[in-house]
């Protein structure tokens, strides 16, 4: 139905349709992961919904390029009709900072701050001799927090946002990085 949300299934769709990187790609169903698990563990009526927000928002990287002001807005023009508002915005709004759209909503700081502790995940990830999640701890994610020389492009002030959303931020830590363990074969991890 217009509006209502789409399947994590025909999100995944949509999105290979328009981005080519396996990387982004990657990216993308890591934020989903953990989206997913943050709607269930919330109660969220829709997690498919959040879901597919993950697969969904950075949809218009490919097209956006360099143009880093346009990024958000882009894919919310294309998600018109695809998922509902509130969804739209949050995708907007992960790339406030640039596109002026201001976070509000839980949803808005969750989708910022998960898309945003991926890199960080994976980046602690990779400097282990495996190089996959299976020995990360929170611990090792959370002391990576606070160096800054580290995963340097890496927002930390968007990941401590999900306080806004009510959520502690090692509680949040843990709960990504289950969520991408729980999917670590398909991001390559
Ligand atoms: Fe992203």
């Not at 169903?29 to 009526?45: G, H, Q, R, S, Y």
């Not at 999640?133 to 800054?148: C, D, E, I, N």
Request: charged fraction near 25%.
């Amino acid at each position: 139905m217009a509006g209502s949300g789409i399947s994590p299934d025909d999100a995944g769709e949509l999105l290979r349709r328009h981005v080519k990187s396996e990387g982004l790609i990657r990216h993308s169903l890591a934020t989903a992961a953990i989206m997913a698990d943050l709607a269930v563990k919330m109660n969220e009526p829709s997690p498919e919904t959040w879901e597919a927000t993950g697969l969904l928002h950075d949809l218009d990287m490919e097209i956006t390029g360099d143009d880093y002001a346009r990024h958000g807005l882009v894919a919310a023009e294309m998600l018109g009709g695809v998922l509902p508002a509130e969804f739209i915005h949050a995708i907007k709004a992960h790339n406030g900072k640039l596109n002026g759209t201001v976070r509000t909503t839980r949803l808005d700081f969750l989708l910022s701050a998960a898309e945003s502790v991926t890199g960080l995940i994976s980046a602690t990830a990779l400097i282990h001799p495996d190089r996959s999640l299976g020995s990360v701890s929170p611990a090792s994610v959370m002391k990576r927090m606070g160096k800054t020389g580290f995963a340097r492009n890496v927002d930390r002030a968007r990941i401590e946002e999900c306080a806004e959303a009510g959520w502690e931020l090692e509680e949040f830590v843990t709960l990504a990085l289950n969520a991408m363990k729980r999917i670590a074969p398909e991001i390559g991890l």
